[in-house]
């Protein structure tokens, strides 16, 4: 079957780093995208690896090494704002978009 | 602005009543997804338009409908909603369905059942 993996919640303090790790077990690779959830709305993308190696973006940077089906988010300077859920979605071989059930990302003053 | 957008944003039924979600989209894209999100939960893919082609999803129950008349709107029919189908209904576009494409959420539609 098809697996993703992700902590179920994490905690970190405003301004601090935190890396959020996701693994995978899909049938095929195409890609892997990180989107952030606040509570109650919807998902908004933030990235997309599909080579190895790390990705860019501001405050937040997200890695992929496909021989270890294994990716991480990393966000620094955390601020308040950044309390959400952080989903791993994984594009498998048949082009589905596999999704992780999110990291719950709790962000203490 | 390019959106996607939901309608509407709260929708309580009772038991057993029909339900329609509707969803829009000004980003011209392909492709259109409708999810359902449980709390803490994946999203849960029930259908997908391709164009005009339709797409369920294996275990999507007989009772969850979709039509797409149109390039822009995009509808979920809940045929006879039962308690278990109490969740955040969420409609996404792309542009295709392959490779980088991100897909573009709308706020959500979160259905109670009475």
């Known amino acids: 079957g098809q697996n993703i993996d992700q902590p179920t919640e994490m905690t970190a303090t405003e301004g601090a780093i935190v890396q959020i790790n996701c693994t995978y077990q899909t049938s095929g690779f195409n890609g892997l995208f990180w989107y952030q959830q606040h509570a109650g709305e919807a998902p908004t993308f933030l990235s997309y690896n599909v080579l190895d190696g790390l990705e860019e973006k501001g405050r937040f940077s997200s890695f992929l090494s496909r021989s270890k089906g294994y990716s991480y988010l990393l966000l620094k300077e955390l601020q308040m704002k950044d309390s959400a859920s952080y989903l791993c979605?994984?594009?498998?071989?048949?082009?589905?978009?596999?999704w992780g059930a999110g990291t719950k990302l709790i962000i203490k003053p | 602005d390019a959106m996607v957008i939901q309608n509407p944003r709260y929708q309580v039924t009772q038991f057993g009543k029909p339900v329609t979600l509707s969803c829009s989209q000004t980003?011209?894209?392909?492709?259109m997804y409708w999810y359902q999100q449980k709390s803490s939960q994946a999203p849960k893919l029930l259908f997908h338009?391709?164009?005009?082609?339709?797409?369920n999803e294996a275990d999507t129950p007989d009772n969850f409908q979709s039509r797409r008349p149109n390039t822009s709107f995009c509808f979920l029919d809940i045929r006879s909603p039962g308690l278990g189908d109490a969740a955040m209904y969420l409609c996404?576009?792309?542009?295709?369905?392959?490779?980088?494409?991100?897909?573009?959420f709308g706020p959500g539609t979160r259905l109670t059942v009475t």
């Open positions: 980003l011209n894209h392909n492709v």
């Open positions: 996404a576009t792309s542009r295709d369905r392959t490779g980088s494409y991100e897909q573009y």
């Open positions: 338009y391709y164009d005009k082609d339709f797409n």
């Open positions: 979605a994984v594009i498998d071989s048949n082009y589905q978009l596999i």
